[in-house]
């Protein structure tokens, strides 16, 4: 099955009183455990709804098995926490999510785990390695500066060591790039973003083999991220959809791409799509479509005058989601570095993160270009 078919199929439960053709919403958390082989029970990870979303995220990741968490920080630290021990070393890019990068400094040391932060080059990565390296943890396209981080280079180091791997896999989707092809282990997502798609709803996923699930999900059950039911349900309506919006995201993505990379007031945009952009070359051997987030610089003009006057891309944090939507990197996710620190990673005043929605790209351009006007008019 090709992935739109997989995105509506797969796992999909008919009901099997009424014929309907969706998955029954299961609210159970009590189930007879006479009648069933397996005990049924939500913070198992086992119940209909969450199984119906495990077995899309793992066909569409290429993977034998797939979980569902509330969260994707649920689904990343315990990842991780499955595979990392007191006394182990982790690799993991210093351009990771700001989550991820705070459990890792502030908790790892809690576990007596080391870790090293890298750049986003392979051979960064692989200088960071040490003898008692355990994991390595990627994320491709980078946020908020959209770096390609070379994965097959670093998946096949790692087998060679037998060092575990784990991809982010959020900005790409499992629509634009499925790791696991180029060897990584585990592919980690925040299904809050592409995969829910239409900002309402928070949870995480996790897809790999069955032997590493085996330790992911035995984690799992004890420490309880597990999604609702209902919010399974509603993740699943949105997955069946996942394809036609990533897809148009990612064709809406280009076009504003081009548009601004020739605009005048625009110093710079980061695009994987874009030729001239450093990670192009990677990007075209790793992803199938270039996605829908993009970051650019604007010049010599105060940034948030210039996002208030956008009528259509609303401020908010996350992304993904089917309405555009703008962030200020230096006031959100990296309000908490040091300036210097900010500038020293390329993360400037002036840079906005793009995540491109489904709107008509004409007008998003437009809405770009009007705010853009305001601000130097008034300035
Ligand atoms: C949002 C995000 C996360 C964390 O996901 P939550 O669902 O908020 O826990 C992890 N990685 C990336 C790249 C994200 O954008």
Request: net charge negative.
């Amino acid at each position: 099955m090709k992935n739109k078919t997989i995105a509506i199929h797969k796992g999909t439960l008919r009901d099997s009183k009424t014929g309907g053709v969706n998955t029954p919403i299961y609210t159970s958390s009590a189930y007879d455990y006479l009648k069933e082989e397996e005990t049924f029970y939500p913070r198992y990870f086992n119940t209909p709804n969450q199984d119906a979303v495990a077995k899309k995220i793992a066909a569409l990741e290429h993977a034998e098995t797939g979980l569902v968490f509330s969260s994707g920080m649920g689904a990343m630290s315990t990842s991780i926490l499955a595979f990392a021990g007191a006394g182990d070393h982790l690799v993991m890019l210093d351009a990771l999510y700001g989550g991820t990068h705070h459990f890792a400094t502030e908790w790892f040391p809690h576990f007596n785990i080391d870790c090293t932060f890298t750049k986003t080059t392979a051979d960064d990565v692989i200088k960071g390695v040490t003898p008692k390296t355990k994991i390595i943890v990627i994320e491709s396209p980078t946020n908020p500066l959209l770096a390609v981080v070379d994965i097959k280079k670093i998946a096949d180091f790692a087998k060679e060591k037998k060092i575990t791997t784990i991809i982010d896999n959020t900005f790409a989707s499992p629509v634009n790039q499925t790791p696991l092809d180029f060897g990584i282990d585990i592919v980690v997502h925040s299904g809050t973003k592409y995969l829910g798609g239409h900002s309402d709803l928070c949870c995480g996923m996790v897809a790999c083999s069955h032997e590493k699930m085996d330790r992911i999900i035995n984690l799992a059950r004890v420490l309880g991220p597990s999604l609702d039911p209902r919010i399974c349900y509603l993740l699943e309506r949105s997955m069946k959809t996942l394809c036609l919006r990533v897809n148009e995201q990612t064709k809406n993505a280009m076009e504003v791409a081009r548009f601004l990379e020739l605009h005048p007031d625009i110093a710079g945009v980061y695009y994987p799509g874009l030729e001239g952009f450093e990670g192009h070359e990677i990007a075209k051997r790793q992803m199938t479509g270039f996605g829908g987030m993009l970051s650019f610089e604007i010049k010599d003009k105060d940034p948030n005058r210039f996002v208030e006057e956008l009528k259509i891309i609303s401020p908010a944090v996350s992304l993904g989601g089917v309405e555009s939507t703008i962030t200020s990197p230096s006031v959100t996710s990296h309000a908490k570095m040091s300036a210097g620190e900010r500038l020293r990673i390329g993360v400037t005043d002036s840079l906005l993160r793009l995540s491109i929605g489904l709107e008509d790209a004409d007008d998003l351009k437009q809405d770009l270009d009007n705010a853009l006007k305001k601000v130097t008019h008034s300035s």
